[in-house]
């Protein structure tokens, strides 16, 4: 994994924060329901750009234009994001999809891969806020070793290349390690290429 610890200063993280409550306030964090069983994750979910990625009981992982609860679009990915993207990525297209994560107190995030996107060939970049969060990343077998490392508000943590279907989660959230948000807890944006671009 590429990982570039506070890549994201200070001030620009206040700003990226300020930006963010922008687009919770127009598309609210929604409980995501796991495929099949419909349980609740534990994490808090929005997202911002032309499409966004939902889960449900009823339809499962997908990739979709509106809000699943509002029915609206989702608000544009705040300018500073894109040009990160830019600054940090080597690729030919914007990214379509930016997915709001928040966790609170226990909240978690189990090892996934990022599939549910037609292009592998585009990276992912995350970028943490707030408290940190303990990330767990291997290989592209669920069985491969992994190594940790503690997120911190401000990370940026890019999946590319041949780590771009590496497996990879939250274990844990480290209450009170940042002030950044008043409230506690972390927020995680990913920003993604879903589609081939041309
Ligand atoms: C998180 N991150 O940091 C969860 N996915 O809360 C991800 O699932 C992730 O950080 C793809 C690329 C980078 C990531
Ligand atoms: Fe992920």
Request: proline share 9%; aromatic share 8%.
């Amino acid at each position: 994994m590429n990982y570039f610890p506070q890549r994201v200063e200070r001030p620009a993280q206040i700003a990226l924060l300020a930006a963010l409550r922008e687009v919770i306030a127009e598309a609210p964090l929604f409980i995501p329901a796991m495929p099949r069983s419909g349980n609740p994750m534990s994490v808090r979910m929005t997202n911002c750009g032309p499409l966004g990625w939902v889960t449900d009981k009823e339809s499962g992982y997908r990739y979709q234009a509106t809000h699943p609860k509002t029915g609206e679009p989702w608000p544009p990915i705040p300018n500073m994001l894109l040009d990160l993207w830019h600054e940090v990525v080597n690729y030919k297209a914007p990214p379509e999809a930016c997915l709001v994560n928040y966790y609170a107190g226990s909240a978690k995030m189990g090892l996934h891969q990022d599939k549910d996107e037609e292009d592998f060939d585009a990276p992912v970049l995350s970028v943490s806020l707030g408290d940190t969060g303990i990330f767990r990343v291997g290989g592209r077998s669920r069985q491969d070793p992994t190594q940790k490392y503690a997120l911190k508000s401000g990370d940026v943590v890019v999946l590319a290349g041949t780590d771009r279907l590496a497996y990879h989660g939250i274990d844990r959230i480290l209450a009170g390690t940042s002030d950044l948000l008043p409230e506690g807890g972390r927020f995680n944006l990913t920003l993604r290429r879903v589609t081939k671009p041309e």
